[in-house]
RNA sequence: UGCGGGGUAGAGCAGAGGCAGCUCGUCGGGCUCAUAACCCGGAGGUCACAGGUUCGAAUCCUGUCCCCGCUACCA
């Protein structure tokens, strides 16, 4: 809108382990979300860099391996070759989807960490952890059962025991500690590891920073975090023992990497360096990064919070000075973090060993990206947990995008078809009624603006579908097919004012509906794509390459505004935008989960 | 155990002291341009439960129950 003004915006979203496909519940809780956020405010004219990766390391990745039978590598590069192609077909537009096996990620993970080292806020310390001499290798506590000392059940996991329900503060505590990979026994031995202080970072800034100017927030994630942070820090490890991962840049740490829950985040900071480096301005990212006009927002799951609010500032904070001349400069802190809930399926919990929920890149083969999107929107768990339902997808489809938004599309361009021959009709003088609908729908580039800035999606649908049947009832009371023949002029007019109702209307869709936006634009007869294309790229480092999704921005010609749809233009024939689903659809896709009915 | 979020018509949600609202479904009517789509009207709720404050409570207070996440070696 006012492009004199146009921010710069960072549009983070959490990093998928590439250790199994994408869910709805994924595609909801934070790429849809960001996507949806980041078309919008490249409608408004804003610099937007979306970006995320596959977290590539980790023990979840490296277990995956051995049950695949592949090395982790391979195991990583599957899943991540996967998610390029679901992002591009479901038109999750990152300017950057990567990973964090990049020479650019080690780097940026190991400058930040001499960083923290260097500023006093690492720290090494010598613990007793799990070791398997069969297995030769120290092993983290969820892979780690035993006997539970508290009520003697033989299953006791690691962290917890799931018979009495007596939380560990460390698996030494389990009698007969073994392996849960080959059962073998297990045996304590000393490892040192580093620490990152953070309760010297909270005393310092965290703290502080957390209380400060947080009220946009949502509840669910401000209270949380305050409530972590002022309930008192302690030191946390961000190293491991273990051989596939980032090297800690320190002598004498040589079988050693640094942590993934340290590391993934900082991919942030690393994608963005890598995509400035791919446009060919090495420094771009700073304009993201190191001016303090830039928003950065985080779209993550609810089981995310404690690392985007808590550890990832503190990282930040802890590494002031970094990429900078300035000592005490830090990097741009989360501007908002608004965190999903969770979303279930058919009432149960997702579950990908089960075979419970809805695999996103399998669903394109059937469907259309953009109802996908559609319902993953107007069921998005923003405040509390909620429900996919195959009945509740086909419902939404056929009576909200099918009957209100298709058809109101469908039945103008019909109409102009039949009556004018496919040439938008001259309106004459509008009447008040017509002002009125337009002034509503102008109206609505503010109201639906609001909810799209203030991350309110499902509101910001349920606008936009409020404002499609205010056109609905425009032609209901103008009845352009009811004065075709005595009133052509009044015919012409009704149908000029519900074309540019609905001109305005598919750019208000457009964040949400890219797809058959982009189709609505085609019939309105403009040219150039609203928003840019999604390309797969492959990248060559030093020593190794790996493929990335990328955004190329330069064709889109979309804008927030109600673009007016001259007279006398030829529009081209019409055609539906969406496809209206069989009642038997829901069964098949129950039947599918091995749900009889 | 502790912390945080949530429990409002059949479904999904909004409302945060003043007649309980929205979308979908459902029932009845209208229209026929449109993918049997569109428009109008009706029915449907002890606002989780129990106390309390108030002239008045979904809304504020107290207690209880239920669901979800976190509880720090799964991001």
């Known amino acids: 809108m006012n492009k004199a003004q146009s921010e710069h915006i960072l549009v983070c979203i959490a990093w998928p382990y590439a250790n199994s496909d994408i869910h709805q519940g994924n595609v909801t809780g934070s790429h849809l979300p960001g996507d949806i956020y980041a078309r919008f405010q490249r409608l408004r004219g804003n610099h937007v860099v979306m970006v995320s990766g596959s977290d590539s390391h980790g023990t979840p990745v490296t277990v995956k391996a051995e049950e695949l039978g592949r090395s982790t590598l391979e195991t990583y590069e599957h899943y991540h070759a996967r998610f390029l192609d679901l992002f591009r077909r479901l038109g999750i537009s990152y300017d950057l989807f990567t990973s964090t096996h990049t020479e650019n990620h080690f780097r940026v993970s190991q400058d930040m960490f001499l960083q923290l080292q260097k500023n006093g806020y690492l720290y090494r310390k010598v613990t007793p952890q799990m070791y398997s001499p069969e297995a030769g290798q120290f092993l983290p506590d969820r892979y780690v059962e035993g006997t539970c000392p508290n009520c003697g059940y033989t299953g006791a996991r690691g962290d917890q025991c799931d018979n009495c329900n007596t939380l560990f503060e460390s698996a030494a505590e389990l009698i007969n500690p073994r392996s849960k990979r080959d059962n073998t026994s297990l045996v304590l031995r000393d490892t040192e590891h580093f620490f990152l202080d953070l309760p010297a970072i909270a005393a310092d800034s965290l703290a502080e920073w957390i209380h400060d100017d947080k009220e946009h927030w949502r509840p669910q994630v401000i209270n949380f975090a305050r409530g972590f942070i002022d309930g008192g820090l302690i030191g946390r490890a961000v190293t491991r023992d273990m051989d596939w991962g980032i090297p800690v840049p320190v002598e004498g740490f040589d079988n050693k990497v640094l942590y993934v829950w340290y590391e993934a985040v900082i991919g942030y900071l690393s994608a963005t360096v890598e995509w400035a480096s791919n446009e060919g301005d090495e420094d771009a990212w700073r304009d993201w990064w190191q001016n303090p006009d830039a928003r950065t927002l985080y779209f993550i799951g609810k089981d ?136 509503a729908i102008d109206d609505g580039f503010d109201d639906v603006a609001t909810f799209y800035d203030g991350c309110k999606f499902r509101a910001a649908v349920q606008e936009v579908l409020r404002l499609s049947t205010l056109v609905n009832q425009y032609l209901e009371e103008t009845s352009p097919w009811a004065t075709a023949k005595k009133d052509p002029a009044a015919t012409g007019r009704a149908l000029y004012v519900a074309l540019q109702a609905i001109s305005g209307l598919h750019v208000l869709w457009a964040p949400v509906l890219p797809f058959t936006s982009q189709t609505v634009r085609e019939l309105l007869g403009e040219d150039g794509p609203l928003f840019g294309e999604s390309v797969v790229r492959k990248f060559h480092e030093a020593a190794r390459g790996h493929l990335a999704l990328t955004y190329d921005g330069a064709g889109a010609a979309g804008r927030w505004e109600r673009n007016i749809v001259p007279a006398g233009r030829h529009l081209p024939a019409p055609r539906p935008l969406f496809t209206k689903l069989e009642a038997a659809v829901a069964a098949e896709e129950m039947a599918r989960l091995g749900v009889g009915q």
């Open 304 to 439: 995310n919070i404690p690392f985007h609010t808590v550890f990832w500032p503190a990282q930040l904070l802890g590494a002031r000075g970094l990429y900078s001349d300035n000592p005490h400069a830090t990097l741009n802190l989360p501007t908002d973090v608004p965190a999903n809930e969770f979303m279930n399926m058919e009432g149960r919990k997702i579950s990908g060993s089960r075979n419970w929920g809805v695999w996103m890149l399998d669903a394109l083969d059937r469907y259309d990206p953009d109802p996908l999107r559609y319902y993953l929107t107007t069921n998005m768990p923003e405040a509390r947990d909620s429900d996919w339902s195959w009945s509740g997808f086909i419902e939404r489809n056929n009576n909200e995008l099918v009957a209100n938004w298709g058809n109101l599309v469908n039945r103008v361009l019909s109409m102009i078809g039949r009556y004018f021959g496919g040439i938008v009709p001259e309106p004459g003088a509008l009447t008040a009624a017509d002002e009125a609908l337009l002034a």
